[in-house]
């Protein structure tokens, strides 16, 4: 079956490498969605999307990005992020788009993945990048959201055949996603209990499990090392869980104490905000993590 498949990219400064991308996605049979967010100079040819649609859906006029570019680099960005997350969302309800892949550097990974992160949990999303292992730029880049980064090692400049077998690799990763997808509708045909667990935890979670399975509930488990059990709060408020146990609590402390599993000063509200049941114990209370 035909699937859509958008490709995040500035097609200004990396038009050829992006074209074999596309030659790819449709050689795999899918339909190709080039989504051009070019702030630099004009594009040596269109994208499906056109940069000017990218920028004006922004807000801005494509002129005005360009001469932002130059002097406030962050207004120029955020407008094409804007611009093309609200077109990314109008093609999903479209039914056109199924999965999603950026190519590029810097700038690129940041537009591609703050895209990502506004499209729902289990469609395809992948970011090839040099910068994917960067560790100061990662918790930007992904979060809490199920994106792959696929770290290129190389720049996305000019083809050559290093180059190109981590583009080939990349693409055929979003392709396989996309075929074998079971899409974004997941539905659980039992209550669905949050749990939350970390390696001292372990046995007590295990034991926990096997209980709520015994009793008719589906468990989830969310580990609890920053931004799991930050993403399990963010799930809580989404309305995914039916209730909430809350063994490994230990990010409370972490946050107070600015440890490396830091998950946020809102940890445990999500359950009180919404008002479904939860059960904490006090696991992990007297441990910190620090350091590499």
Not at 63 to 75: F, I, L, T
Not at 215 to 226: E, K, L, N, R
């Amino acid at each position: 079956m035909k699937k859509g498949i958008v490709i995040v990219c500035n097609l200004d400064t990396r038009g050829e490498d992006i074209v074999f991308v596309k030659r790819l996605v449709q050689d795999r049979g899918h339909e190709a969605i080039l989504l051009d967010f070019s702030m630099e100079q004009p594009p040596p040819f269109p994208g499906d999307i056109r940069t000017e649609e990218v920028a004006a859906r922004g807000g801005l006029p494509i002129e005005s990005v360009r001469e932002k570019y130059r002097s406030d680099r962050d207004a120029a960005t955020q407008n094409q992020i804007r611009g093309a997350a609200a077109i990314v969302q109008d093609l999903l309800k479209e039914g056109r788009v199924h999965g999603i892949i950026g190519i590029g550097g810097g700038t690129a990974t940041l537009v591609a993945t703050s895209i990502m992160k506004q499209l729902p949990f289990g469609m395809p999303k992948l970011m090839a990048s040099p910068m994917a292992a960067h560790p100061a730029y990662i918790d930007k880049y992904v979060g809490t959201r199920d994106i792959t980064m696929h770290h290129t090692v190389l720049d996305i400049v000019k083809m050559n055949p290093l180059l190109k077998a981590q583009i080939v690799n990349a693409v055929g990763a979003i392709c396989g996603m996309v075929e074998m997808t079971q899409g974004t509708d997941i539905r659980f045909d039992k209550p669905c209990i949050a749990v939350s667990s970390f390696g001292f935890g372990e046995m007590a979670v295990q034991a926990a499990l096997g209980m709520l399975e015994a009793a008719g509930f589906t468990p989830v488990v969310c580990h609890a090392q920053g931004k799991g059990d930050k993403a399990m709060e963010e799930m809580i408020r989404d309305r995914v869980f039916h209730g909430v146990l809350d063994i490994c609590t230990g990010g409370v402390m972490e946050h107070l104490f600015k440890g490396n599993r830091d998950p946020g000063p809102d940890r445990l509200m999500a359950a009180v905000e919404t008002g479904i049941p939860m059960v904490l114990a006090p696991c992990g209370l007297d441990i910190l993590s620090y350091g590499g």
